[in-house]
């Protein structure tokens, strides 16, 4: 039996130097060295600071922007650390009242929207980090953040349609928006005057 241990830790060692650091170097160095910006995150950097990342949603909570979904990532949602759904079921009354306390306020924050409340502002998404709204959930707060802002519900309509993504390769998922990226561009091109 003893002979058994020779082989059994060489070829252990040699999976663990295969497996643990050279496929992870070689991995790592061609994705740096071919997608260098998705590689490190899809950060977005304006004026040379980072804003955040393009794939992990953060929360928004003042008028002047447009609100993400809602996050049950980590204690107060949005925790990268702590990616996760709620796995509430249907009939959980903790998910009930969550999902009738952020029909409130979302009614409560937008006033002149006054037709159904879509999904995707009411529901989390499994990792509780998703970057995107539909277009519908971005339409139906844009009065809100016109008013905020100052400026025409047509002005922003026309942010929201220059930053809806289609489908990816044409026939997967639903159209889409991705909220900092969007909130970011209502900055550059409507700043808020500050009081």
């Given at each position: ?72 990532a980590g204690t107060d ?26 029909v409130a306020k979302f ?89």
């Amino acid at each position: 039996m003893r002979y058994q241990f020779g082989p059994a830790f060489r070829i252990t060692l040699f999976m663990t130097i295969l497996t643990g650091l050279i496929y992870p170097g070689i991995v790592t160095g061609l994705c740096q060295l071919i997608f260098p910006h998705r590689a490190n995150g899809s950060l977005v950097e304006v004026k040379g600071k980072v804003q955040g990342s393009a794939l992990i949603g953060q929360n928004f909570s003042k008028p002047q922007y447009f609100h993400p979904r809602p996050s049950a990532a980590g204690t107060d949602g949005y925790d990268a650390s702590g990616s996760n759904a709620s796995n509430y079921g249907p009939t959980n009354q903790k998910l009930i009242d969550r999902v009738k306390g952020d029909v409130a306020k979302f009614r409560q924050e937008n006033p002149a929207y006054q037709g159904p409340i879509p999904a995707d502002l009411l529901t989390t998404s499994a990792s509780g980090l998703d970057p995107h709204i539909s277009p519908a959930s971005a339409l139906a707060q844009a009065p809100r953040v016109a008013t905020a802002r100052g400026i025409t519900v047509d002005q922003v309509k026309q942010l929201i349609d220059s930053h809806t993504e289609g489908r990816q390769w044409g026939f997967l998922g639903e159209p889409r928006v991705n909220v900092l990226m969007l909130n970011l561009d209502l900055n550059q091109n409507f700043p808020v005057s500050k009081p």
